[in-house]
């Protein structure tokens, strides 16, 4: 294997996160967020690995599945590696067109042996995988188990409990993908950062693995034998347990919706307790200390004034020029272009997008300005990194402490961002700090009626020198915050928690020593045996972000399986109605909505900046709960505007129902020329002459079918109908290739 030399650094397409926390309440775990991982591209003025050498270790791996793939169907990218880990990573990828479909693959290669490290296929055909799938849960738990024994060779892995859903959010017409997660071991003791995901579609295909972290030989592990008991550390665990009361923003990214509620959740300081020691895992170590609650701190008790009294464009770029400057002549900032409109919280912005030119590329990022303000919400500083990846010197040897950083961080908040601060709390967890750099970030919680908030927080990153790294503020507009006088007290939800308390051995390396090699044994807490559960403060229920709080269940004799699985992939949301009756009508508003909801992906909010100029109805206007639907409906076709008002509320006949299905399909120009199509129903008089190929269609694809030789084309639609049918409908939209994209 070739040897590398390390000509030059370049940051590549990601970018450190600027919002640190996460806004799931997550009961289940107590580790801080951390940033994303840049990503490094690496220059060699040597030859080091060719695409025919990647290409052979793949089709190693994977012999004579990939057969039809030429070599001239994969493509190679220059290596990279990660800030904390000097191995050299490769990709490749492959695409190919297959009758008119494309398919297409990506694959990760690690270190000198080029071991794989993920791979991930998207298959042109797979109508055996969509709903209902050919192989089930179990069934396809049973392959990716065998996956790993024989084809990554991984007898020192254990699968763990994988708590999320397998009907995630999507598209009916897109096959149903299971995930497992497997953890390496040693002593039969899971390793926290050697984890393997693999994914198998519901035909049985592995279509894709991720290693987390690459196993390393020299590294050491506390010996198991020196644990203490697990029964005596859980009973002091719960003894100084202690709960904090939140409120939790719940964001809907596919409509963009924010709910609000109060949820308890273990308080945050703790991670682990350290098995051999008995001694309580933070942030910062081990401490023989339980460590407390942090009081809640305004940063400012009044209201300040803003910064400024707006901003315009030209301002805006003037500002940005100067902020933005860098003193180097390896690297030329340039400004892209300047954008105005609302962000993803809403608020009117200038968004000033740039570049950093240098001889390896460019890197870019965005300034952010509240246009009504101008003050600035958003930025990240790349020009640390830069400097340090093109000249490999650090701009400062003497690091800040935290305490140090804690204040610079105070200091430019109250500069940049006054207005938003009375909203805002001190700290009450650790920052991260990036050993690499001597950088740290904090975060600041927004606060209401002297409660915390989860989802909304001012990100700050500070350099080694004291200058502003990062600025993130993420304040939303909430209008009805729920009172806390009706909800369960700390005592019971304390006792909810205690109950739900296990501890669960684990190998893993402290956040402040990741590049040693030495694995200490820590006992996490987890809460309900689930990851991302809470606790509901009024009812002092268990709830799960990602299976649905409001998910329930239906019975039905025909249609059971279509409801259900409609309902849990979140085509179908009951927002809890226990009282819904499957063989109730449909309006065409709610059926329009599943049908929508169904066969493509869009987002009500639209994307950042965009602006929802189209009404083609009187009575559907921007604010409407279904406009986008019916707005994206009038773009495909699937409705015509022949009124001025579309009437979401009466219900939808099988006749209409049929019409909507062809039309998807791109089958109306057939479906028109009704002369060509008899109907043998015994009821064929009552259908419209004009609809006649619709309905004759429909039928003949199973979409809508007449019973006892009657359609009955005025009858009105179930919710259990449709279910059957859009469940049809999305095969026959697979196999035709007929995809909605958005």
């Known amino acids: 294997m070739s040897r590398y030399k390390k000509a030059g650094l370049l940051f590549t397409s990601s970018i450190l996160s600027l919002s640190m926390f996460s806004s799931i309440a997550s009961a289940s775990t107590m580790v801080n967020g951390q940033p994303e991982k840049v990503r490094i591209q690496v220059a060699s003025t040597d030859i080091v690995v060719t695409k025919e050498e990647l290409i052979k270790k793949f089709r190693e791996m994977f012999p004579n599945q990939f057969d039809f793939l030429t070599n001239s169907d994969f493509h190679v990218r220059s290596p990279h590696m990660y800030p904390e880990d000097e191995t050299i990573r490769h990709d490749l990828s492959f695409t190919k067109t297959i009758n008119g479909n494309q398919i297409y693959g990506n694959v990760g290669f690690v270190g000198e042996e080029l071991e794989i490290g993920y791979f991930s296929y998207q298959p042109h055909s797979v109508p055996d995988a969509l709903f209902p799938p050919k192989v089930s849960k179990e069934e396809a738990k049973k392959i990716a188990v065998d996956f790993m024994k024989n084809f990554l060779d991984e007898k020192d892995y254990q699968l763990e409990t994988n708590t999320f859903n397998y009907y995630p959010q999507q598209i009916l017409t897109e096959p149903i993908r299971y995930s497992f997660t497997f953890a390496r071991t040693e002593n039969q003791v899971p390793i926290a950062d050697q984890i393997v995901q693999v994914s198998v579609l519901g035909n049985g295909d592995v279509v894709g693995f991720n290693k987390m972290s690459q196993s390393s030989t020299s590294s050491t592990f506390d010996d198991i034998t020196q644990i203490k008991d697990k029964n005596e550390l859980l009973k002091e665990v719960k003894e100084n347990l202690s709960v904090d009361l939140n409120y939790q923003i719940n964001y809907d990214y596919q409509t963009s919706d924010r709910t609000v509620e109060l949820v308890y959740r273990p308080a945050a300081k703790l991670q682990g307790i350290e098995a051999t020691t008995g001694k309580w895992m933070t942030a910062n170590g081990y401490t023989s200390e339980f460590p407390g609650k942090t009081k809640i701190e305004k940063i400012s008790a009044n209201q300040l004034p803003s910064k400024q009294d707006g901003i315009t464009v030209e301002e805006a770029k003037k500002f940005a020029e100067q902020f933005l400057a860098i003193e180097s002549d390896q690297i030329k900032l340039n400004i892209d272009s300047i954008q105005e409109m609302d962000n993803y919280n809403g608020v009117p912005v200038i968004s ?237 508003g709610e059926a329009l909505k599943v049908l929508i909801n169904s066969i493509t992906y869009f987002y009500r909010g639209g994307y950042f900046g965009q602006e929802n100029m189209n009404q083609t109805f009187e009575n559907i206007d921007t604010k409407h709960p279904l406009y986008q639907q019916i707005e994206r409906a009038v773009e495909l076709g699937i409705i015509k505007a022949d009124n001025p008002n579309f009437d979401v509320d009466s219900p939808i006949t099988r006749e209409e129902l049929s019409i909507w299905m062809i039309r998807v399909l791109g089958l109306e120009q057939a479906a028109k020329d009704s002369s060509i199509f008899t109907l043998g129903f015994d009821d064929a008089d009552k259908v419209q002459s004009a609809n006649a190929g619709y309905i004759a269609i429909a039928n003949s694809l199973g979409l809508v079918k007449a019973e006892q030789n009657q359609f009955n084309p005025s009858r009105e639609v179930t919710y259990a109908e449709l279910a059957v049918s859009t469940i049809r409908l999305a095969h026959a939209i697979a196999e035709s290739g007929r995809g909605l994209r958005y």
């Open 352 to 588: 000033v997008h740039y570049m950093y030119m240098h001889r390896n590329g460019g890197s870019g990022s965005s300034l952010e300005f509240n246009k009504n303000t101008g003050e600035i919400i958003r930025y990240h500083n790349m020009k640390d990194h830069l400097l340090f990846d093109l000249t490999e010197k650090a701009k400062k040897e003497n690091h800040l402490s935290q305490q140090e950083a804690l204040s610079q961080a105070v200091k430019f908040i109250k500069e940049w961002v006054p207005s938003y601060l009375n909203n805002y709390a001190m700290p009450v967890e650790e920052p991260y700090v990036d050993e690499r750099l001597g950088s740290y970030h904090f975060t600041f919680p927004r606060i209401v009626n002297g409660i915390l908030v989860n989802g909304d927080q001012i990100g700050v990153g500070i350099s080694a020198d004291g200058s502003l790294n990062s600025l993130n503020v993420d304040y939303q507009e909430i209008e009805n915050w729920s009172s806390s006088d009706e909800v369960i007290s700390e005592q019971e939800a304390k006792t909810i928690l205690e109950e739900a308390l296990s501890l669960k051995l684990t190998y893993m390396k402290h956040a402040k020593n990741v590049k040693e090699n030495h694995y200490d044994l820590v006992y996490l807490p987890v809460f309900n045996e689930e990851s991302h559960s809470y606790v509901n403060a009024r009812t002092g229920e268990w709830n799960n972000l990602f299976t649905g709080k409001d998910s329930i269940t239906v019975s039905h004799p025909w249609a059971e399986e279509e409801l259900n699985y409609l309902i849990n992939a979140k085509v179908l949301n009951l927002k809890g109605d226990k009282s819904f009756n499957p063989d109730a009508a449909i309006s065409k």
